[in-house]
Nanobody, 126 residues
Framework: DVQLVESGGALVQPGGSLRLSCEAS??????????MGWFRQVPEKEREGLAM????????YYADSVKGRFTISRDNAKNTLYLRMNKLEPEDTATYYC?????????????????WGQGTLVTVSS
């Protein structure tokens, strides 16, 4: 299994920035997932896939709602995934989850992923 632990969520003002981190721990019997990424969820709404990165080649992809504002990156040496979020809006308020998926479904099918963490809360408010 892959254990994912997010951190970095906070209260931030509109227009502000935040960086989320996700530490990944792989069991000795688990190979590295093909893709990792982030999705978010607000109560009573479906998960929204935000950003995804292919672990081997680093190619990244984004949902239209965050393209140009959010950047996903990965430090392979630290087994840590990041999500840099700029120009935050109140509509970005949600719990943000780190995810790993062999079939790279994070953007289009975030409800059926292999692994995800416990989430970290981001609140955008003045």
């Amino acid at each position: 299994d892959v254990q994912l632990v997010e951190s970095g969520g906070a209260l931030v003002q509109p227009g502000g920035s935040l960086r989320l981190s996700c530490e990944a721990s792989l069991s000795t019997a688990t190979h590295t997932p093909d893709c990792m990424g982030w999705f978010r969820q607000v109560p009573e709404k479906e998960r929204e896939g935000l950003a995804m990165i292919y672990v081997r080649n680093g190619n990244d992809y984004y949902a239209d709602s965050v393209k140009g504002r959010f950047t996903i990156s990965r430090d392979n040496a630290k087994n840590t995934l990041y999500l840099r979020m700029n120009k935050l809006e109140p509509e970005d308020t949600a719990t943000y989850y780190c995810a790993a998926d062999q079939r790279c479904r994070i953007l289009y099918a975030p409800a059926v992923l292999d692994e995800w963490g416990q989430g970290t809360l981001v609140t955008v408010s003045s």
